[in-house]
């Protein structure tokens, strides 16, 4: 004898905004499959010239967003975290918040820049010179996560500089680059 929910969407792990079924399990479920908010740019092999490694994060949404930024330094694999500042944009002037080794999480007011510059550190060093940047993102509560068309209500980018400020070839990811992940 099959059974009578053999076909509902919940045996085969697909799951619909909305649907109809006669699946007592199914009925009324409004079950999405999760849309991942922490990103990662991989491994970058960070240019001779980079001296600073920058991470532009826009909040566009019209509330605060609280997002956690690490910069990881790869060299010599020993996954160290970077000194970073953090600038908030949109003020008369960019204020500095933040000074630390440590990840960076900070509330982004609404339909506000914030800035964050991370040194690496041993720069001299020319060996296993790869960095990372992950970012831990809000997902937007008010509409739910599209796993093929997801909406982010911060955007972000990454690039290194030079002393000049100038942005160096094979250093910058933008955001949709960025790969989702379950885990950072």
Not at 17 to 42: E, H, I, W
Not at 43 to 57: D, F, G, H, Y
Request: charged share 15%; glycine share 4%; net charge negative.
């Amino acid at each position: 004898m099959m059974d009578s929910c053999y076909n509902c969407d919940c045996h085969k792990k697909i799951f619909r905004l909305n649907k109809v079924s006669s699946c007592p399990d199914c009925r009324g479920s409004s079950v999405q499959s999760p849309v991942p908010s922490n990103f990662t740019s991989g491994a970058i092999w960070r240019n001779p010239e980079t001296k600073k490694i920058v991470v532009s994060l826009l909040n566009k949404s019209d509330i605060a967003r609280t997002v956690t930024v690490s910069v990881v330094d790869w060299q010599n694999c020993a996954q160290a975290e970077m000194p970073k500042e953090a600038f908030l944009c949109g003020e008369s002037q960019p204020s500095l918040f933040y000074d630390t080794p440590t990840p960076l999480t900070f509330t982004i007011p609404a339909k506000k820049l914030l800035v964050v510059h991370a040194t690496p550190q041993n720069a001299w060093l020319s060996n296993d010179s790869c960095y990372e940047v992950l970012v831990k993102s809000p997902g937007d509560p008010v509409v739910p996560g599209d796993p093929v068309f997801p909406t982010d209500p911060v955007i972000f980018n990454t690039w290194g500089i030079n002393d000049a400020g100038v942005p160096q070839e094979g250093n910058t990811v933008l955001h949709q680059q960025f790969y989702r992940t379950f885990f950072v």
